[in-house]
């Protein structure tokens, strides 16, 4: 089969099931091409994410809340367009909202590093390439998602969801020590290139992605939307800030303590995400989202509570592994409770609208975490994401007795 040739988005709609490919070929190989693309679009995010908040901080000389600005102008990118993006991965193909992503991000690396150069406005031009990455990554993983529904079917979701976030967790992982080894011997402008390459690789490995016909059907309105995910969207999103927490403030809260190996927090966060998706990645389809969401934010809360009272780096490594390995089957989890009652014609903007709940705790939660470390400290970024952890497990029980 060729790159371009379109391929059936439901099972049911081509054979029957014992002889199609999502049940004779492993789930992992059907998805490993889109979860190739989905790892180097990720490491776009991660290479830079270890050394951006000491960049915004010590180089430019901004306090906690440009810190905490600059991570989530991003989020804040990705949020406003992600019905954008989703409406045109049904209406053009996911194929087409990918490689038009991956393209913002190789811009996004390049205007990073161009920031890194200019003595006046620095700042404006870092946040133009955030909002650029925010856009491409919007693309990408809108795309994504209804590729990897559309290739495996939707009774798999939680089971796509669970592989595309390995994809984007490990990038993550394995971004944030490469790019401090970067940024030692190349500078900020060094990591900027990296991470336009990233995606730009990305694009050449793409062409070996076979065309998924759109979706087609009546464009859902945002509102109808958010409306379709909804309790489920709010368990994530309270969920994800710890996440922002880790990402943007562990570094700073090493640096305050006097601690070294600030990016091992971040490493910790992603290897203990990934080990917790592979081992699990399929608990959500098989014994309910709601049930494995109740556990997973309960361990997430707890990791978060051990950030706040690490006495020593390794203890707050240690707490970081456990918040990685409590989020990383939130995502599928509330996911499978939200897809629930979602048309197909529909898929790609629903998933975009649930993935934009991650994008408001990001760019909504992070900032008002630079105020509140400004204020009392940056341990009270975690003791915030504990709080917000119970929350999400608060909507996770909701959801399990309803359905029940």
Same mark, same amino acid.
């Given at each position: 089969?060729?790159?371009?040739? +379109?391929? +059936?988005?439901? %099972?049911?709609?081509?054979?029957?099931?014992? /002889?199609?490919?999502?049940?004779?070929? %492993?789930?992992?190989?059907?998805?490993?091409?889109?979860?190739?693309?989905?790892?180097?679009?990720?490491?776009?995010?991660?290479? +830079?994410?270890?050394?951006? +908040?000491?960049?915004?901080?010590?180089?430019?000389?901004?306090? $906690?809340?440009?810190?905490?600005?600059?991570?989530? #102008?991003?989020?804040?990118?990705?949020?406003?367009?992600?019905?954008?993006?989703? /409406?045109?991965?049904?209406?053009?193909?996911?194929?087409?909202?990918?490689?038009?992503?991956?393209? =913002? $991000?190789?811009?996004?690396?390049?205007?990073?590093?161009?920031?890194?150069?200019?003595?006046?406005?620095?700042?404006?031009?870092?946040?133009? &390439?955030?909002?650029?990455?925010?856009?491409?990554?919007?693309?990408?993983?809108?795309?994504? *998602?209804?590729?990897?529904?559309?290739?495996?079917?939707?009774?798999?979701?939680? &089971?796509?969801?669970?592989?595309?976030?390995?994809?984007?967790?490990?990038?993550?992982?394995?971004?944030?020590?490469?790019?401090?080894?970067?940024? #030692?011997?190349?500078?900020?402008?060094?990591?900027?290139?990296?991470? #336009?390459?990233?995606?730009?690789?990305?694009?050449?490995?793409?062409?070996?992605?076979?065309?998924?016909?759109?979706?087609?059907?009546?464009? *859902?309105?945002?509102?109808?939307?958010?409306?379709?995910?909804?309790?489920?969207?709010?368990?994530?999103?309270? $969920?994800?800030?710890?996440?922002?927490?880790?990402? /943007?403030?562990?570094? *700073?809260?090493?640096?305050?303590?006097?601690?070294?190996? @600030? #990016?091992?927090?971040? /490493?910790?966060?992603?290897?203990?995400?990934?080990?917790?998706? *592979?081992?699990?990645?399929?608990?959500?389809?098989?014994?309910?989202?709601?049930?494995?969401?109740?556990?997973?934010?309960?361990?997430?809360?707890?990791?978060?509570?051990? !950030?706040?009272?690490?006495?020593? %780096?390794?203890?707050?490594?240690?707490?970081?592994?456990?918040?990685?390995?409590?989020?990383?089957?939130?995502?599928?989890?509330?996911?499978?409770?939200?897809?629930?009652?979602?048309?197909?014609?529909?898929?790609?903007?629903?998933?975009?609208?649930?993935?934009?709940?991650?994008?408001?705790?990001?760019?909504?939660?992070? %900032?008002? =975490?630079?105020?509140?470390?400004?204020?009392?400290?940056?341990? @009270?970024?975690?003791?915030?994401?504990?709080?917000?952890?119970?929350?999400?497990?608060?909507?996770?029980?909701? !959801?399990?007795?309803?359905?029940?």
């Amino acid at each position: 089969m060729t790159p371009s040739s +379109p391929i +059936p988005i439901a %099972p049911a709609q081509t054979a029957p099931p014992s /002889t199609h490919a999502a049940t004779i070929t %492993p789930l992992w190989q059907v998805l490993a091409p889109v979860c190739a693309v989905v790892f180097l679009e990720f490491l776009a995010m991660g290479l +830079p994410l270890g050394v951006l +908040p000491s960049h915004v901080h010590g180089v430019l000389g901004h306090g $906690s809340l440009v810190v905490g600005l600059a991570i989530g #102008a991003q989020s804040a990118a990705t949020l406003l367009t992600r019905h954008a993006a989703g /409406t045109r991965s049904d209406a053009r193909g996911p194929r087409h909202a990918m490689l038009a992503g991956l393209s =913002l $991000s190789v811009i996004a690396g390049l205007v990073l590093a161009l920031s890194g150069v200019v003595a006046a406005g620095s700042l404006m031009v870092l946040l133009i &390439a955030r909002g650029l990455l925010g856009l491409g990554e919007s693309l990408v993983v809108s795309g994504a *998602l209804a590729y990897g529904v559309a290739l495996a079917g939707r009774e798999r979701t939680g &089971a796509v969801m669970a592989w595309v976030g390995i994809a984007m967790y490990g990038a993550l992982a394995a971004g944030s020590p490469v790019g401090a080894a970067v940024h #030692a011997q190349r500078g900020f402008v060094g990591v900027a290139l990296a991470a #336009a390459f990233a995606p730009g690789l990305a694009l050449l490995a793409a062409r070996w992605l076979q065309h998924v016909a759109p979706s087609g059907g009546t464009r *859902l309105a945002w509102p109808r939307a958010l409306g379709s995910i909804g309790r489920a969207g709010a368990g994530l999103a309270l $969920s994800a800030v710890g996440f922002g927490a880790i990402a /943007t403030f562990a570094a *700073l809260h090493f640096d305050a303590r006097g601690w070294s190996h @600030a #990016a091992h927090a971040m /490493t910790a966060f992603g290897i203990a995400y990934v080990i917790a998706r *592979l081992l699990g990645g399929s608990l959500p389809d098989r014994f309910g989202g709601a049930r494995v969401a109740v556990a997973s934010t309960a361990i997430t809360a707890a990791g978060q509570l051990g !950030l706040w009272l690490a006495p020593s %780096p390794i203890a707050a490594i240690a707490a970081a592994a456990v918040s990685g390995l409590g989020f990383s089957l939130a995502f599928p989890s509330f996911g499978v409770e939200a897809m629930r009652t979602v048309a197909p014609q529909h898929r790609g903007v629903a998933l975009g609208a649930y993935a934009a709940c991650f994008d408001a705790a990001m760019a909504g939660f992070v %900032p008002l =975490l630079g105020l509140a470390v400004g204020a009392m400290g940056s341990s @009270a970024a975690f003791a915030i994401g504990a709080l917000a952890a119970i929350g999400a497990l608060a909507v996770a029980l909701s !959801l399990l007795r309803r359905a029940r």
